[in-house]
Nanobody, 120 residues
Framework: QVQLVESGGGLVQPGGSLRLSCAASGSIFSIYDMRWYRQTPGKQRELVAAISSGGRTNYADSVKGRFTISRDNAKNTVYLRMNNLKPEDTAVYYC??????????????WGQGTQVTVSS
């Protein structure tokens, strides 16, 4: 009932920047926590950043100080600003959101993923 559509990935040189976007659509009562994960082939998805409905944020140590997560509740959208990108940041980035279809029923959805490649 809820879909997450990601955009903003691409190829960038080391030290460059990208901004990822993830827009939620569907029959949404309320969106709670929103997160960005990343994954390379054969590896587990790793949490990159998270933001609560109130704007509280958390970051993985590997990206702290370089990445910034934010959200626009009016647009049901979460963003990830990625600065000073490194080759080791190369991965497929996935958006994840916890949401309610009613005041008492909660679910979680994943985006399709967007490729970020950092290479000179």
């Amino acid at each position: 009932q809820v879909q997450l559509v990601e955009s903003g990935g691409g190829l960038v040189q080391p030290g460059g920047s990208l901004r990822l976007s993830c827009a939620a659509s569907g029959s949404i009562f309320s969106i709670y926590d929103m997160r960005w994960y990343r994954q390379t082939p054969g590896k587990q998805r790793e949490l990159v950043a998270a933001i609560s409905s109130g704007g509280r944020t958390n970051y993985a140590d590997s990206v702290k100080g370089r990445f910034t997560i934010s959200r626009d509740n009016a647009k049901n959208t979460v963003y990830l600003r990625m600065n000073n990108l490194k080759p080791e940041d190369t991965a497929v980035y996935y958006c994840n959101a916890d949401y309610g279809l009613s005041s008492s029923t909660n679910f979680s959805s994943w985006g399709q993923g967007t490729q970020v490649t950092v290479s000179s």
